[in-house]
């Protein structure tokens, strides 16, 4: 593949994901509640920004164009998910175990090689994968250098025994 005429700058990053909801309070209820994100700020009853670790918003939250709106169709275009990568495997297994401890449905485990994802979906259907990536030095390399990324089954009893 040949290099492209403009490069991002590599300090680039993805500052936040604004998802329409069906309803506002179950989709805070799910972050905030849940997975323990905390309310920056609200519009009025129709959206809310909610950030970890006091950043004015990792992810929006509204219902402008779709209250009470069914969820879309798996098949169709769209978001596949969100990624919320945590700072340590530890961390992982805490947020792993509070959604066992809740009963909420996992859609997956993976190992990637460089990651260890969980996958699940939000109330409205809205993918949601959380992971902690490994350190860069232990990630699998093709022998031509390039990036060995692949879809193995997560270790969970391994994963859920970093925590009491």
Same mark, same amino acid.
């Given at each position: 593949? $040949?290099?492209?005429?403009y490069q991002i700058p &590599?300090?680039?990053r993805i500052g936040h994901v604004h998802l329409k909801v069906a309803d506002l309070q179950r989709a805070l209820d799910f972050y905030c509640g849940l997975l323990g994100f905390e309310v920056? &700020? !609200?519009y009025g009853e129709d959206a809310a920004f909610i950030s970890a670790g006091g950043y004015h918003h990792h992810i929006g939250l509204n !219902?402008? +164009? $779709?209250?009470?709106? =069914?969820r879309s169709d #798996?098949? &169709?275009?769209?978001? +596949?998910? !969100? &990624?919320l990568v945590y700072p340590t495997r530890e961390d992982l297994s805490a947020i792993v175990?509070?959604?066992?401890?809740? /009963?909420? =449905?996992l859609t997956g485990a993976s190992d990637h090689g460089v990651s260890e994802a969980i996958y699940l979906d939000? =109330? /409205?259907?809205?993918g949601v994968e959380l992971y902690w990536d #490994?350190? #860069?030095?232990e990630w699998p390399m093709n022998k031509d250098g390039s990036l060995h990324m692949y879809t193995r089954v997560l270790d969970v009893d391994g994963l859920l025994a970093l925590t009491a």
């Open positions: 593949m $040949s290099k492209p005429e &590599a300090g680039a920056m &700020a !609200t !219902t402008w +164009f $779709s209250k009470g709106a =069914p #798996r098949r &169709a275009v769209g978001l +596949f998910h !969100t &990624a175990k509070r959604l066992i401890s809740a /009963d909420y =449905p939000d =109330p /409205d259907g809205n #490994r350190p #860069r030095e």
